[in-house]
């Protein structure tokens, strides 16, 4: 989905939007390419919860941010994210079948299952 798109309607300045991340990125000297789409990442999470577990895999971390936030690809595509498994030395073949059978998919739902306890415990729900 294009920025726009996402954006379209909730009164938000995106070129602000962008000079600010921009800004925060060079804070902390990261890359920062000109985002114009958001893609689900979803099975990036769950290619990351795999690639941990293999030699090396925590180098997917890295490659996921620069194809996200640098790159402007798309981590959402299978072929996108065994592309950058396969150029951080991980098995191209072993990532294509953990997303396709989605095998580390419980894994990524108790990340979030755990996020909104946290998210939950410092931010307490109004009461009704």
Do not use: C
Request: charged content about 20%.
């Amino acid at each position: 989905m294009s920025l726009q798109e996402l954006f379209a309607g909730r009164n938000v300045d995106l070129a602000a939007s962008q000079a600010r991340m921009r800004g925060l990125m060079a804070q902390e000297g990261l890359p920062y390419g000109e985002r114009t789409h958001t893609y689900n990442s979803r099975l990036a999470q769950e290619l990351g919860a795999w690639a941990v577990s293999q030699e090396g895999g925590e180098a997917i971390h890295e490659a996921l941010f620069q194809a996200y936030f640098v790159g402007k690809k798309n981590i959402g595509e299978i072929d996108t994210l065994v592309e950058l498994a396969a150029s951080v030395g991980l098995s191209a073949d072993a990532a294509r079948q953990v997303l396709g059978t989605r095998r580390t998919r419980a894994l990524v739902d108790a990340d979030w299952q755990r996020a909104r306890t946290l998210t939950n415990s410092v931010i307490p729900q109004e009461a009704s």
